[in-house]
């Protein structure tokens, strides 16, 4: 079975964020990247496969070579090989092309991507690329079992959780409950050594027109200042629930 995971080079949540430009461009500077939180789930469950079932896995990113440092984490952790196409990740249209395309290439089985990055949040690009290569998709996916060409995976949904079966090849959006997060890899020093002669092949992208651009970006508006109310005082409460927070 041939793997192939996807990988979002991702601000770590810690960064403090700003903007330059007139708030229309994300400002770098001082920023640690990580690999998107979905998508390390994603490659731990890879992980799995190949130790058990003998399966390769490949990760790939779409972004300049400022993500070949999140790729050869993901290499250290313990995938085959990496595939950046050399774009910036701007728009979830153009970033679904550009992955249909490694995938028809490489004809892989089993493509593993986050449900969504947690930069924009837009949860659409796992969907859109099984519609372009004819794949199957789950989404949400938080379990996935493989049995030849055979698949079964556990979705999450609104109040519960779904059992559904399958056939590759397939698309997923993993989470959280993929993995445990105590099952999370950190790369030892022989991974990360071993990294360094695995192969990172960068290909050109091919022709997309983006579909979307930002046109400008917004921090959200500061927490206000905390008003205590005496636990005695419950019309006071109700009022300031009422009129000023307007929950009630």
Known sequence: MKILVCISHVPDTT????????????????VQYVINPNDEFGLTRAMWFKEKQGASVD????????????????????????????TPATDGYAVARQLAKVVNDGGYDLVIAGRESIDYNGAMVPGMLAG??????????????????????????????????????LVIGGQKGLVEESDLRIPNMRGIMMARKKPLTVVEPTDV??????????KPAPKGAVKLVDADNIDELVNLLHNEAKVI
Do not use: H
């Open 15 to 30: 960064s403090k964020i700003n903007f330059t430009d007139g708030d229309t461009k994300f400002d770098t500077n001082g």
């Open 59 to 86: 990760v790939v990113n779409v972004g300049g070579a400022e993500t070949e440092p999140t790729l050869r984490k993901a290499l250290a952790i313990g995938a085959d090989s990496a595939i950046r196409v050399n």
């Open 132 to 169: 372009m290569i004819g794949a199957n998709f789950v989404a949400n996916c938080i379990n996935l079992e493989v049995d030849g060409t055979n698949a079964k995976a556990v979705r999450e949904i609104d109040g519960g959780k779904e059992t559904v079966s399958t056939s590759l090849p």
């Open 209 to 218: 027109n983006a579909e979307t651009k930002a046109v400008s970006f917004e």
